[in-house]
């Protein structure tokens, strides 16, 4: 049977992604090696990483003034690096969900945090917007999607000072003016590629200016320095990075995959919002993310979530089940995810509403 | 034409890991989806991750008063990760290299740090057996394997604080006495599988015990917690490592590599030592490592040291190539390394030696 993969990530990659990368795992380029097993000094491993790395640079757009660098760690370590590299006195932080709070309780072990705003008053069900970033604060920082409650800051925000965004979850969904940021990072496993590695496009005069000591592997100097390469990166992850950058150039880039996004969570929430089982745990249809879609039973049928749970599985729905802190259910639909089986994730709704 | 993969790191992989690994890129155990694209929370990665860890158990004999944990960024990461954790205020370390001056750069962050020892006088060509182990540190710091001067460290040093060491580049290579580290950690990419995660073997006890707040993706409890799993590891990389030390519990564990490591780097130094050509770079045989055998030409054939390289390079051998801080040639013979290819190698020598 065939699966539809709406893990929230390490997410769905597109099949001819797997072949190209399971054929380089047997013998890179027919070169009788394994990009397993050659050095990452070698000049087959400088090329997949330097393309790696132009690649993002031309999707995105990114200008001279901003280096892009893979880090360790996931996000979850630049929660720590950016304060480390960072906060001199005061930051400022939008808490939006999970990963915000989690970014904000790293930041305070380095210095004051202001956070600006916070939607936690209500589960994290809206993106607040009525806020002040203080303009004495050393950056501003905002998770732009929210994984697990499945809100999404879709605009450039204006701040006074640098704004460092975690994309983890929508990088590369949409266009984006990346000379607004000071930084934009982004843990690889949802739009980038596997899991090992992450994304950090920073603006390179935004760096060198706080006072404490960086230990090597935390100062992001080090990355920009040694083009990523100071020690062993996670070569597999950045060779499925490599594959997965060069699908998304095939199919038109950044504003092709974005109408296509559109389309996907478009006729999602317009069935969500239609069927009478369910409903989106996001009321305000503009903070809405296009790439995870949360959604609840309505309290008249709510003792059917098991039931439809078991009904999706059945019919090859993989990881539908919502994060334990929302509910309900949960269809990560990252780029990688065919119009397809979203269309069949609607159909099994439309199928299991009428059974009832 | 073969390889013969002599590469310091990323290294040798055995070519049923291959094939395994490229399977699971493709399908993983039939289940209709890449390990690429499996949430780090299904029950298909938690038995990858599970099983690789009680492997590491198993295959070194891990007390029960050790975890064994998955960290990220390689050995590099873990050189601060160690102050971090455990310098309060003062730390011993041995300087055998490069990878130690590293860690010690990095320990100084953090607190006094005495270097009990050191062979850069004469280039790193030896292991020092003359020092004293300040009672009052927090730990003992040694480099077990010196991947680029090829010295090791092939006892277990008796030490009267925790002994920690960097065992990189020969874990599992040999039995070890878990029991009498601190703890030993490891990048992958040697000996474990592919790079992308480091192993750290850590004795419960001695953590906790520093003042500062450590950020918690630094915090080695949180990946003893959190069983590696606080954040996305970098997955294929993981099951990469499961297949490796799958190949080498079948092939007979640790105690049956450690002697095929040591004919092929016997038979290796017996042709260096004949051959009228080269010469080792380390004199004393006990301090010769079985991990990387490092030589050069003699003065007399000095000048030959690029037409051998390019005459080994005809012959399918990769990597041979020292490092710059050594210059000559290197050959790593990691644990998957085949004695046939060492003696492809040694044969290739003595080809060379008879065409002068």
């Known amino acids: 049977m065939k699966k539809h993969n709406f893990y929230a990530g390490p997410s769905i990659i597109p099949d001819e992604?797997?072949?190209?990368?399971a054929k380089g795992i047997l013998d890179l380029n027919g070169i009788g090696l394994s990009v397993m097993e050659v050095s990452h000094r070698s000049k087959e491993f400088s090329a997949i990483?330097?393309?790696?790395?132009l690649l993002i640079r031309e999707l995105m757009a990114v200008p001279a003034s901003h280096s892009v660098v893979f880090t360790h760690g996931g996000a979850s370590l630049n929660f720590c690096m950016v304060p480390y590299n960072m906060l001199q006195k005061k930051a400022a932080y939008l808490d939006t969900g999970s990963w915000s709070s989690k970014a904000i309780k790293e930041a305070r072990l380095f210095g004051e945090v202001e956070v600006v705003a916070s939607s936690k008053d209500k589960n994290y069900t809206y993106i607040p917007r009525d806020f002040t970033i203080p303009a004495d604060a050393d950056y501003f920082h905002i998770t732009t999607n929210n994984t697990i409650f499945g809100t999404e800051i879709r605009e450039d925000i204006d701040s006074p000072v640098p704004l460092i965004a975690d994309a983890s979850s929508d990088i590369l969904s949409r266009p984006v003016d990346v000379s607004r940021y000071g930084m934009i990072y982004?843990?690889?496993?949802?739009?980038?590629?596997p899991a090992g590695v992450a994304v950090a496009i920073i603006k390179n005069d935004i760096l060198g200016k706080v006072d404490r000591p960086i230990p090597t592997m935390l100062?992001?100097?080090t990355y920009i320095d040694k083009a990523s390469l100071f020690n062993t990166p996670a070569c597999v992850s950045l060779y499925g990075c490599l594959n997965m950058l060069k699908w998304l150039k095939n199919l038109g880039g950044v504003e092709a995959i974005y109408?296509?996004?559109l389309e996907k969570a478009g006729i999602l929430y317009e069935e969500i919002d239609r069927n009478k089982l369910f409903k989106s745990t996001i009321p305000d249809e503009k903070d809405r993310s296009i790439m995870n879609v949360t959604f609840v039973m309505t309290d008249e049928y709510k003792e059917k979530e098991a039931a439809f749970l078991e009904y999706a599985a059945s019919k090859g729905m993989v990881g539908v089940k919502g994060h334990r802190s929302v509910g309900g259910f949960r269809a990560s639909i990252y780029n990688a995810m065919p119009i397809e089986s979203v269309k069949a994730l609607i159909h099994t709704m439309?199928?299991?509403e009428a059974t009832l």
């Open 186 to 193: 982004a843990g690889a496993q949802k739009n980038v590629g």
């Open 259 to 261: 109408k296509k996004n």
């Open 350 to 352: 439309k199928e299991f």
């Open 219 to 221: 100062d992001y100097r």
């Open 17 to 21: 992604v797997k072949e190209v990368t």
């Open 49 to 53: 990483i330097e393309e790696t790395a």
